[in-house]
């Protein structure tokens, strides 16, 4: 079946600019992350949807990056006022979800950003 | 919160040889040890996975070990092969959220 989907795959955007990132995930899974991966790091947790909501948004840098999912499924990762050091591969992943975790996190190819 | 520590950073070996990646972590709520495997521009994918009521799970040349008490876990891939290289993240998952390792860059030398 298919994976975990993720659009654009690249994004080039200038400093201060406002743009969005699309995940789309397995179906039939209902929770959804969102990692962060800087060169050479390993991936860093940004936000975890349990459904419609936001269960754990402690991995937000900051009031610039949110992220909304309205129907369960599909998820906008938004970033306002986009700065040089949010340069990074986002990557989305989903699982069979349930709020203690513990489930297999299927990742999507990411999308690389890239901030001018 | 969750603090993933991971050693080595790289690793050369020789085909045919063993690799051994260690790590720890800090949160004692912590109880599933998803490894994942990402080679150059690609996505992480799950190799190995362990739970904190199992010490050891092996999987053809993969095997993890779990110690709960010290809080470390660690990775054994055995005769490993030029496709072994790639990076290896070890993880640990804190109510659903999973905290990295800063990975280890694995080369396999013929």
């Known amino acids: ?116 | 919160g969750e603090n993933v520590e991971q050693h080595p950073s790289t690793l050369s070996v020789q085909e045919g040889d063993s690799a051994v990646i260690k790590c720890t972590y800090s949160d004692s709520a912590s109880n599933y040890f998803p490894w994942y495997k990402q080679e150059l521009g690609k996505r992480p994918q799950l190799i190995i996975d362990i739970r904190s009521n199992v010490g050891e799970k092996k999987d053809q040349r993969i095997a993890v070990t779990l110690n709960k008490t010290a809080k470390h876990f660690s990775l054994h891939i055995t005769e490993t092969q030029p496709e072994d290289s790639a990076v290896y993240f070890c993880t640990a998952d804190s109510w659903g959220k999973l905290q990295f390792g800063a990975g280890t860059q694995v080369v396999v030398t013929p």
């Not at chain 1, 513990?102 to 190819?109: C, V």
Request: proline share 5%.
């Open chain 1, 1 to 116: 079946g298919a994976g975990v989907s993720q659009t654009p795959s690249n994004k080039v955007t200038e400093k201060g600019k406002y743009v969005e990132l699309r995940c789309d995930p397995i179906s039939g899974h209902t929770a959804l992350y969102w990692y962060r991966q800087s060169l050479g790091q390993g991936p860093e947790f940004l936000i975890y949807f349990q459904g419609t909501g936001a269960a754990d948004d402690s991995g937000l840098p900051n009031d610039r990056f949110f992220a909304v999912r309205p129907e369960g499924s599909v998820s906008t990762l938004k970033i306002q006022r986009t700065e040089r050091g949010d340069s990074a591969v986002y990557l989305c992943a989903s699982s069979l979800g349930g709020l203690a975790g513990n489930n297999e996190q299927f990742f999507g190819p990411g999308t690389r950003l890239t901030v001018l």
